[in-house]
């Protein structure tokens, strides 16, 4: 069977599946495989960080997972990871999607704030020969990770030719969009404020929606409060919890108005562990403040939940596109 493609995610650990096309909509033919192995669900909304200790899941994984890695580990790790996959499934695929978080062009990682040594990277072309010297030739493709995730959820709730976007809220902000189109898309670090007091962005800019979004600003703005309290606190009506809850809703609101203005009205999904901190009411309030023109009214927000299958799904679905470009990608539901 050569309609199999294998879907790769490396952010964090790696997970690598075998999925196949049923009647236009794309599922999975096999177990998951991940590295660590231990490593616990990514994605998930409850297991997403750790509330013990505080730390993030990414945090933990950095000694144990990809963090650590070089790049030419992480890359022949994926390439046995596959060539397994595939010999204990009889499978045969046609080629391999892989989403890694950064800016992605032409298979080389230009840039990825929160794994340093993966910048410049030409990832594609090392777990092409990776697979080579395994001789298990296959082509690969690199996307973004949020394009992934965004592509999986276009694929899993049958809106493969619509466009979705989604919002991944993390350690980081990821933006996805699908179908996937040549650019930077850095959505996360859209200006949402000039405040020049807002300094908080791993990336160093000023104004940046993860400066207030992400998981770690939240920590660095409030070093007295983990993210959790200060949502259970607003809740309680905290004024200065209340105040940030209202900014971190506005911030979202601003980059959607933003995405909204450039690239039209749609659907905009909320995933990630920090998803449970939306309220959508509060969130489709202030954009609609912000996105008052007819033509571009009637934007959605869904908060989904994640687990590993969407992102590789994806990945596979977007490797497919770019094996067969012109191909419409239907889905029969
Ligand atoms: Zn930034």
Known sequence: MTDHMIGVVAAGE???????????????????????SSGPERDDPDAGFSAADGLTQEEELESSGVHGMPMEAIAETI??????????????????????????????????PNLKQAKGARLAAMVTDALESLRFPLPVWLFNSADVTAAGLA???????????????????????????????????????????ETYCGCGGRGH????????????????????????????????CVEFEILW??????????????DGPGKFYLA?????????????????????????????????????AISIIGAAVNAGLAANPGQVAGCGR
């Open 14 to 36: 790696i997970t690598v599946g075998l999925v196949s096309p049923v009647k236009g909509c794309y599922e999975l033919a096999a177990p998951v495989r991940r590295y660590p």
């Open 79 to 112: 390439a046995v990871m596959i060539r397994d996959l595939c010999r204990d499934h009889g499978a045969t695929p046609s080629g391999a999607g892989i989403g890694f978080p950064g800016i992605i062009g032409n298979g080389v990682i230009e840039d990825s």
């Open 155 to 197: 694929s899993t709730r049958g809106h493969l030719e619509r466009l979705i976007r989604v919002w991944t809220l993390g350690h980081g902000v990821g933006f996805g969009r699908y179908p996937r189109i040549e650019g930077i898309w850095e959505g996360g670090h859209m200006v949402v404020t000039l405040d020049p007091k």
């Open 209 to 240: 929606l993860e400066g207030i979004m992400g998981h770690r600003a939240m920590r660095l703005r409030f070093l007295d409060l983990e993210p959790d309290e200060i949502f259970a606190n607003a809740q309680l009506k905290d004024p200065r």
């Open 249 to 262: 809703h506005r911030a979202l609101a601003a980059a959607t108005a933003n995405s909204i203005h450039m």
């Open 272 to 308: 990630g562990p920090n998803s449970r901190f939306v309220k959508i009411n509060l969130l489709s309030q202030f954009l609609h403040e912000m996105v008052t023109m007819s033509p571009l009214q009637g934007s959605v927000f869904e908060v989904v939940p994640m687990n590993d």
